[in-house]
């Protein structure tokens, strides 16, 4: 599975998802009613299939109603997205109006221009001030080839999917342990309740893929203050890898796998990451946020009530430093202009503080800070909320330019390899490192590297 969580569904074409029952009522009296939206064409969006789709129907819902809009909805598996997404954005004319696209890809759609800039369409349009802007990557300064402010809004936030620690709150009332803070602390918690087979102290995700265990391994690399690129804000793309925070980190990684983890570590993937949670024998996971719906399901988990959440550690003196996996909605360059407005009518309807909140009931992730402060966030069932706020900020934005899968690939193989103790981390983070200097090197990015880890 990817960062966001995503499956491998069939295409389904979804318009005006219909709510029904006790739920459909309790979702519509939730929120309000009248918006003053302009009357504009039906719109078509491209979306991955995910754990959080379902939200998305609901609130495509609510806008129809509130509006008299159309948004027609396309499906894809979350590798069909992108690929249906570049076919579309290369035609003559488009087919997709609203792209919703990854972290994984945007960069892509940024540099090769599929993007229309909003205020390219509608001057007039404003952002609103309390959205996170997720590492400012709604914005591309396109002469300078950077996500910054001083470039131009490209998109709007749509998912704020970033890794968080989910730990089993009723182990840690009955210890007498607050939430880890550092990796020190959930280490030492990891020991405390590794009983295998029964219970393991941390689940991790260590298996090849397409963004798999390197975008797990980018809360500690980053929390232990290393990173993969000098500055990439600033188009230094020195390779970093192989720091000796880098080495820290990976050691750290490593030995909570084979000492208070799953002896399957070099194996899993999310979907078992998860299933070890949900099922009660793991203490601790660190995975994506958009889970959170899962822990309280009583036909999947056997944990109801029980996981709490928590930003990921850090080591001491450093923030907490998750790595975005998240999606931007942005709109096609080559369809008409119609459909160009159509399409930015709904974002300045999705930006809004009750919108998101709408999101938030609907078992979305708002990407409003105000949302956050709502009163439900101080309701059980979003208990999840007010950690996420606190790490969001905080966030790390991992790449910033279009070839990224190419590094990506680079780095699934050398921390497999490290896990599954085919190599040493040494020897791991200093083959990763050159190769991803080849990569930069071969792209004219200005790069450098490190002496090699002895």
Known sequence: MSPAGEGTTRRTILSRTILTGTAAASFMASTRLGWAAS?????????????????????????????????????????????????????KQGTDDL??????????MYFGGFVEPIHDID?????DPELYTLGDTIYFDARNKTMTPRGKLM????????????YRGDLYKQAGLKAPDTFAELEANARRFHKPPGMYGIVQRGARGPHTVAFDFYPYLYGFGGSIFKDQP?????????????????????????EAGHPKTSTFDQAEVLQNFVSGRAAHVLTVIAAWSQ???????????????????????????????HFVAGVAKNVPDGRKRAAVEFLRWFQTRDTQVALAKAGGMPVHAAAYRDPIA?????????????????AVNIYQFPEANEVIVILELGLNRAIASETGSVAALNTMAGQIYEVMAKYNYKTARLAPLT
């Not at 719109?43 to 159309?70: A, C, F, H």
């Not at 001057?123 to 952002?127: E, Q």
């Not at 101080?378 to 905080?394: C, H, I, N, Y």
């Open 295 to 325: 822990m309280d399901d009583a036909d999947k988990s056997a944990i109801v009530d029980k996981a709490e959440f928590a930003p990921p550690p850090h080591a001491p003196g450093l923030p907490t430093a998750p790595g975005l996996g």
């Open 99 to 108: 792209l919703i696209m990854n972290s994984g890809w945007f960069a892509e």
């Open 123 to 127: 001057p007039g349009f404003k952002l």
């Open 155 to 166: 998109a709007l936030p749509f998912a704020p999917i970033i890794p968080m620690l989910y």
């Open 378 to 394: 101080e309701e059980r069932r979003f208990r999840w909320m007010k950690p996420l706020a606190a790490a969001l900020p905080k």
């Open 39 to 91: 009357k504009v064409e039906p719109v078509s969006m491209i979306i991955n299939q995910s754990p959080w789709l379902d939200s998305i129907r609901k609130l495509v819902d609510l806008y129809e109603k509130e509006t008299g809009n159309r948004i027609d909805v396309d499906v894809e598996p979350f590798a069909g997205s992108l690929e249906k997404q570049r076919n579309s954005v290369r035609s």
């Open 234 to 258: 600033a188009g230094d793309y020195a390779v970093t890898l192989n720091s000796e925070a880098g080495r820290v980190a990976l050691d750290y990684y490593i030995r909570l796998a084979r």
